[in-house]
């Protein structure tokens, strides 16, 4: 069990032993020092906080583990093209090789790094939405730079609402339906990244995987950010599977879909933040779910993995793999047993896109 998910244990614990109740005020404590930092890089990084010449969309959240950036990313560069803008798109490239000094994932035209140099988010990225460049590394200011010297004339910060030294003109806050608020708690006594009155900054909020819950759930999220932003917009998305493709016809970027997807049995293996998301999703799509297995988030898969992954699969009796285009990056094909990616995307329900547009105009 990992210690995120440890964690959220002991915060649904409704009756805690001696021992659950010490390993709480422990991580209180912890919590209270992690603040504490939090706040004082926050001061020196915004004093010291870069402008560049064409605007900056950051999205981000307030808590730790999947909320969909990727899929909103992918979206909002949909839009933005559509508008006919140039975007381009940063990220940090985490557990990437060059994370620490930085590298161009795409140009306009093809990809230029390998998925272990780029990072599994980047390189999928880069996959995924042709003619937009994506670049990696911690310093993203100088990625800013590197992006416009190319000719991208708009900027997508990817999980970018701590990082405060790149001025940005549109803070972007995802709120996850499943989990909004972190447990109430900052890391890692929970699961917040810094206090919530750090939603005053937000000039948007979209609320993500509200298919997963209650219209009395979303009402109560909806109040309780106005109780702290009342000013910002609230945009509903749904995150949908959009297909499922072989691993082969995925790695060739041919968009074929498997048809009769309803009853098939399906072991699902991820590396992600939110692998209970995963297989909603599956199960939305219709999948049978006979097992599944959950790694770390960014896991590098090895020979040995996918052997025991195979192995799992054909004792739960599935008829095929499913995972996730962040894990089909990393992963090598299995022989044994069919391989399939389940590909998700993100809409925005009324008049959402429309609000992200207007926004994006009135940007000079």
């Known amino acids: 069990m990992s210690i995120e998910s440890y964690v959220l244990k002991l915060q649904q614990e409704k009756n805690p032993g001696i021992i659950e109740k010490l390993v709480l005020e422990f991580l209180s404590g912890l919590s209270w020092l992690y603040g504490k930092g939090v706040n004082k890089r926050r001061i020196k990084a915004q004093k010291q906080a870069v402008k560049v010449s064409v605007p900056v969309?950051?999205?981000?959240?307030?808590?730790?583990?999947?909320?969909?950036k990727t899929p909103c990313i992918m979206k909002l560069v949909q839009i933005l093209k559509q508008m006919g803008k140039h975007p381009a798109i940063l990220t940090r490239g985490y557990r990437?090789?060059?994370e620490k000094v930085g590298g161009i994932v795409s140009d306009w035209d093809k990809i230029l790094l390998s998925a272990q140099l780029a990072g599994d988010e980047p390189y999928m990225m880069a996959m995924k939405i042709s003619h937009t460049p994506v670049l990696v590394g911690k310093h993203r200011t100088a990625s800013a730079q590197n992006a416009i010297n190319m000719g991208a004339d708009i900027l997508l910060l990817d999980d970018g609402f701590q990082y405060w030294k790149l001025k940005r003109d549109i803070d972007i806050v995802l709120i996850d339906c499943t989990n909004p608020f972190g447990g109430e708690h900052l890391l890692p006594r929970g699961l917040l990244r810094e206090n919530l009155e750090?939603?005053?900054?937000?000039?948007?909020?979209?609320l993500t995987k509200t298919e997963q819950v209650n219209s009395q759930i979303k009402d109560k999220i909806i109040s309780?950010?106005?109780?702290?932003?009342?000013?910002?917009?609230?945009?509903?998305?749904?995150?949908?599977?959009?297909?499922?493709v072989t691993y082969e016809n995925w790695k060739k970027n041919i968009p074929i879909f498997l048809e009769n997807i309803e009853n098939r049995k399906a072991f699902l293996v991820s590396g992600i933040g939110n692998p209970s998301s995963f297989q909603t999703t599956s199960e939305m799509a219709g999948f049978?779910?006979?097992?599944?297995?959950?790694?770390?988030?960014?896991?590098?898969?090895?020979?040995?993995?996918i052997e025991k992954v195979t192995?799992?699969?054909?004792?739960?009796?599935?008829?095929?793999?499913?995972?996730?285009?962040?894990?089909?990056?990393?992963?090598?094909?299995?022989?044994?047993?069919?391989l399939y990616i389940l590909k998700i995307e993100m809409n925005f329900s009324g008049c959402g896109e429309t609000v992200i547009k207007n926004l994006i105009t009135s940007l000079k």
């Not at 750090?198 to 979209?206: G, L, N, S, V």
């Not at 309780?224 to 499922?244: C, H, L, M, T």
């Open 198 to 206: 750090c939603m005053q900054r937000a000039d948007i909020f979209i």
């Open 288 to 305: 049978i779910i006979t097992g599944s297995i959950n790694f770390p988030d960014h896991h590098c898969y090895v020979n040995t993995d």
């Open 96 to 98: 990437g090789k060059l």
């Open 57 to 68: 969309i950051s999205v981000g959240n307030i808590t730790a583990g999947g909320t969909g």
């Open 311 to 338: 192995q799992m699969a054909i004792d739960s009796g599935a008829d095929i793999i499913l995972t996730t285009e962040k894990d089909a990056v990393k992963l090598m094909p299995i022989s044994s047993i069919p």
């Open 224 to 244: 309780r950010i106005k109780q702290w932003n009342d000013q910002a917009f609230i945009i509903k998305s749904e995150q949908k599977p959009a297909g499922v």
